[in-house]
């Protein structure tokens, strides 16, 4: 079975950082695809973030690109979101989901709360 368990998120002021982490068990993430997508309030999912471990190669969406950075410790099976000068814009529920290179986002968290605001 796939689990993957959110942390890290919080009430944070508008400039701020806030480091998000995913612990993930039932699978090897040197295999995988890990992503982040998120929810604001009162609107769809946005995908924000994924990467694909065997190559290490990273994507990003326009929105969060030079601020966000995702990475992984394949030792530990943890993905990451580092949030840098984060804006009211980001606040959402953010879900870290994982699959393989066919179906990438086929398991998913209970998601972590953001809320950026002043």
């Known amino acids: 079975e796939v689990l993957l368990v959110e942390s890290g998120g919080g009430l944070v002021q508008p400039g701020g950082s806030l480091r998000l982490s995913c612990v993930a068990s039932g699978f090897t993430f040197s295999s995988s695809v890990t992503s982040w997508v998120r929810q604001a309030p009162g609107k769809g999912l946005e995908w924000v973030s994924s990467?694909?471990?065997?190559?290490?190669?990273?994507y990003y969406a326009d929105s969060v690109k030079s601020r966000f950075t995702i990475s992984t410790d394949n030792a530990k099976n943890t993905l990451f979101l580092q949030m840098n000068s984060l804006k009211p814009e980001d606040t959402a529920v953010y879900y870290c989901?994982?699959?393989?290179?066919?179906?990438?986002?086929?398991?998913w968290g209970q998601g972590t709360q953001v809320t950026v605001s002043s």
């Open positions: 989901a994982a699959g393989d290179y066919n179906l990438p986002l086929g398991s």
């Open positions: 990467i694909y471990s065997h190559s290490s190669n990273t």
